[in-house]
């Protein structure tokens, strides 16, 4: 297989640690959006991304098929997630936007609880609810059994 890609789901350096390494290795551009250019900064302060992402971009799959971008600011201001069918099945990479039982963290530099609860509304819970979620970190989940709980987080503020 050929790395064509590493798309960073956004800026924190637990996301991004070995991504430069990984590029060089596999020699692949590396993708990020750039209002976390300030977070990437902070752990590649001589090395810029490659590229660019942009909300409602498709990324080319290797052999066929894409993924949408979906900009999911709140955990950071460029945080991203993407959708597409993979095997004829929808399929979400929420990075730290969802995690199984509610929003990702919102307690780091750079993030906001009402801003990840308006991406989540907004661009991840309009998505067919047998939509897989391969989250960040954690257990896979769908956005039907994520949707029903939406009320909650708002209600607890977190």
Not at 48 to 61: I, T
Not at 82 to 101: C, I, N, Q
């Amino acid at each position: 297989r050929v790395v064509t890609s590493i798309i960073a789901t956004h800026g924190h350096n637990d996301h991004i640690n070995a991504a430069a390494e990984l590029a060089d290795l596999v020699r692949a551009p590396i993708a990020l959006h750039p209002a976390d250019v300030m977070l990437w900064r902070t752990i590649y302060p001589h090395r810029a991304p490659d590229r660019s992402l942009a909300d409602g971009q498709l990324v080319a799959l290797p052999g066929g098929g894409s993924l949408r971008v979906l900009h999911t600011p709140g955990h950071s201001p460029g945080g991203i997630c993407l959708f597409g069918e993979l095997t004829g099945e929808p399929v979400l990479f929420s990075g730290d936007t969802l995690f199984r039982g509610g929003p990702g963290a919102t307690g780091r530099s750079y993030s906001d609880f009402p801003t990840i609860l308006a991406s989540i509304r907004t661009k991840l819970l309009t998505l067919p609810a047998n939509t897989v979620v391969h989250t960040g970190h954690g257990d896979d989940t769908t956005i039907g059994e994520e949707g029903v709980d939406y009320d909650d987080w708002v209600r607890r503020g977190r």
